[in-house]
């Protein structure tokens, strides 16, 4: 076997084990054995960063030369992964106005016109206060998202690495072995 194919193969596979793992970090709710930090507001249609599963979707893995990368095409990935900070802007003012009118609209009332007390609905009512307070704040005022990490160096990665490469020298001291062994 040729040292391209080597690394080819060798590449391919790390991109398959390190991609799965990857994921399961949003199962685990956690960077490998990091727990995410919790959510500044209750979240009844999901959990930390799983409302609908467009990020855990969006990240591809390709391999560059002798490199792996993972990249996503969700805007807030980085954020998400990183953690910083943003500015809130009148749009964003808008949008979080737009959400709390919506998620207020869909609390459920008695005759009376009082809201019901449901589960529903007081999760629906925490939601809508938490965007009403997002609204709130001044424009320019900074928003502290905290780091979620789900790809990154980790030593569950360094472990599936070493495994990874020591299967694929394995197979190559097999072929070395057989090749001498013919002659």
């Not at 992964?81 to 003012?93: A, C, S, Y």
């Amino acid at each position: 076997m040729d040292y391209n194919t080597f690394l080819n193969r060798l590449l391919t596979d790390l991109k398959v084990e390190l991609t799965d793992e990857f994921d399961r970090n949003f199962q685990r709710k956690a960077f490998f054995d990091r727990s995410w930090p919790a959510e500044g507001h209750h979240n009844p249609r999901g959990s930390q960063l799983i409302r609908s599963g467009k990020l855990r979707r969006s990240i591809n893995p390709s391999i560059r030369g002798d490199e792996i990368h993972w990249e996503s095409t969700e805007p807030y990935a980085d954020i998400q992964n990183f953690g910083g900070e943003i500015t809130v802007t009148m749009k964003m003012k808008k949008y979080f106005w737009a959400k709390y009118y919506e998620l207020n609209g869909s609390i459920t009332t008695t005759k009376g016109g009082t809201a019901r007390n449901t589960a529903q609905n007081r999760a629906l009512s925490s939601e809508a206060a938490f965007y009403k307070n997002m609204a709130l704040m001044k424009v320019g005022s900074k928003i502290k998202i905290p780091a979620r990490q789900f790809i990154g160096d980790h030593p569950r990665v360094q472990q599936i690495v070493q495994a990874t490469v020591d299967e694929h020298m394995s197979e190559v001291e097999k072929e070395i072995y057989n090749a001498l062994k013919q002659k």
